[in-house]
T-cell receptor, first 114, second 113 residues
């Protein structure tokens, strides 16, 4: 199994600012993902973080709003840019070792935008 | 229509009761994952199964591939079981030999003492 940590665990931010969330996995993984969970809803995939190349974004999410880095096989960052109250959500990092293996989730970052 | 449907959306039980949460999916999958999410937001993996039944402590998960249906059972429920339970299906992506995870809406379980 993989243990995933995220920083920060929560933050309250002002409209128009940006926040970078860090995700650290305790072992090398082939796949890392970023999800958003809006209040009362299920998880929505933002993008797949690719090591050494640009992330693969899902429909409705763009790089300018959610830039992602993945410099190695254990670490990734997600930035929420030019935030608005609609960005208030839990952001979850997730990782999987290989295509069909079990997927693990981080503790989440609870973001509130005022 | 979501590819993964859960029922019920909300469930309230008394301590000690037997709990069942259901999950159905519309297309073939390679595996199904039951997850638990506590109010803080973190998600814990309970079971990943592709056939039959798995048991861990008071939790039991079953899956019927032909009927495209899975259930999560909690025996002798306890207030600490109160959480959101999410089922997630691994849909195979033939073009990449990998799989895509699709989530149900979750079941909010409250167990009262």
């Amino acid at each position: 199994s993989a243990v995933i940590s995220q920083k920060p665990s929560r933050d309250i931010c002002q409209r128009g600012t940006s926040l970078t969330i860090q995700c650290q996995v305790d072992s090398q993984v082939t796949m890392m993902f970023w999800y958003r969970q809006q209040p009362g809803q299920s998880l929505t995939l933002i993008a797949t973080a690719n090591q050494g190349s640009e992330a693969t974004y899902e429909s409705g999410f763009v790089i300018d709003k959610f830039p992602i880095s993945r410099p190695n096989l254990t670490f990734s960052t997600l930035t929420v840019s030019n935030m608005s109250p609609e960005d208030s959500s839990i952001y979850l990092c997730s990782a999987r070792q290989g295509g069909d293996n079990e997927q693990f989730f981080g503790p989440g970052t609870r973001l509130t935008v005022l | 229509k979501n590819e993964v449907e859960q029922s019920p959306q909300n469930l309230t039980a008394q301590e000690g009761e037997f709990i069942t949460i259901n999950c159905s999916y519309s297309v073939g999958i390679s595996a199904l994952h039951w997850l638990q999410q506590h109010p803080g937001g973190g998600i814990v993996s309970l079971f990943m199964l592709s056939s039959g039944k798995k048991k861990h402590g008071r939790l039991i998960a079953t899956i019927n591939i032909q009927e495209k249906h899975s259930s999560l059972h909690i025996t002798a429920s306890h207030p600490r079981d109160s959480a959101v339970y999410i089922c997630a299906a691994y849909h195979r992506l033939w073009e990449t030999s990998g799989s895509r995870l699709t989530f149900g809406e979750g079941t909010q379980l409250t167990v009262n003492p």
